[in-house]
């Protein structure tokens, strides 16, 4: 290597390394806000649905004049064993015969058992029970007072419904030229904006916003490294996008958010900042390799959570149409 090359490389790597730095330093600090800064939730003192209340006729209608092509792109990965977004949540399913061939038409039947934690496997809607500050919840709704054995009173995922909104895909990993961004890169507002700009997209309320790292090639071959650590928003992003009143925000990795947090003193503080704070729900192990690889970022998002009553969150397989 020539020795100005050898100066590049040099340089950019210390550019590199003090933007990490700096984006590190920018997301310590955060603290979550008082009760009184959070609560009542700017959709009612008694809202159980959040950023969800914007499913409406016009926002369907809004949606559907993006589907030209009637292209329908699955989000969801498949739910098995070995592809278990996390090794300590349970998934296992047996297969069974439900009757022997009966009747003249010799029918038979088969059926499965499946034994499983159903909201936190595979592609993963999360409601407002699933996360706290302290203890409460979305609205400061007091776990003691909606928890029983059987699943929570208030805020259970049954309230959300049918989502059938534009969706935007902002496409990270495609705007630093990587199929997939490193272990740990904190995702920022700059990012953000400049990936939107390359899109030629802006982002509008109600949207479901779904951030594209690559990690998503991990699942299933890698688990390990897939639970461990990942690139993802971090605290300024998150507060950023929620800005924009999203319905929701998702991304192909396990948690959406940066994992670990660069302040090493905080637990996941997106999804605090999402579901507690300001009642986004988030969309985790999305499968957004087809959408990157043709290049679509707008469509109409459509997906409906199980209505597991009083549960914290449920599977979903979302789809994308265009």
């Known amino acids: 290597m020539k020795p100005n090359g050898v100066a590049r490389v040099v340089a950019r790597t210390a550019g590199i390394a003090a933007l990490l730095m700096s984006v590190g330093a920018m997301a310590q600090g955060w603290r979550p806000p008082a009760e ?50 996390s090794p300590a949540r349970v998934w296992s399913m047996t297969t069974k015969r439900s009757n022997p061939p009966a009747g003249a038409n010799q029918r038979g039947g088969n059926e499965e058992m499946v034994t499983t934690e159903l909201g936190q496997i595979g592609t993963q809607f999360d409601a407002f029970p699933h996360q706290m500050i302290a203890s409460k919840m979305y609205n400061c709704v007091k776990l003691d007072d909606v928890e029983t054995r059987n699943g929570f009173t208030k805020l259970g995922v049954e309230n959300v419904g049918m989502i059938f909104t534009r969706g935007v895909m902002i496409d990270v990993a495609a705007l630093k030229g990587v199929d997939m961004l490193p272990d740990t890169y904190e995702i920022t507002v700059e990012d953000l904006q400049q990936a939107l700009a390359r899109q030629k997209l802006t982002l ?71 579901l507690v704070v300001h009642g986004v729900h988030l969309l985790e192990n999305l499968k957004l390799d087809v959408l990157a690889a043709k290049g679509v970022h707008e469509f109409a998002l459509t997906l409906q959570p199980l209505k597991i009553k009083g549960g914290t969150s449920s599977t979903v397989s979302p789809a994308a149409i265009r």
């Open 204 to 274: 509008q309320p109600g949207d479901a916003v779904l951030i594209h790292t690559g990690y998503g090639k991990l699942w299933g071959k890698d688990t390990a490294r897939y639970v461990r650590a990942n690139p993802g928003i971090g605290v300024a992003a998150a507060e950023w996008l929620i800005k924009h009143d999203p319905i929701l925000l998702g991304a192909d990795n396990a948690p959406v958010e940066v994992l670990p947090n660069p302040d090493k003193q905080l637990s996941l503080p997106v999804h605090q900042i999402a």
């Open 36 to 85: 009184a800064q959070r609560c009542p939730s700017k959709w009612g003192a008694d809202d159980e649905r959040g950023a969800a209340n914007h499913m409406k006729p016009e926002t369907v209608m809004r949606a559907a004049k993006l589907i030209r092509t009637g292209e329908v792109i699955e989000l969801a990965h498949m739910l098995n064993a070995p592809a278990s977004n």
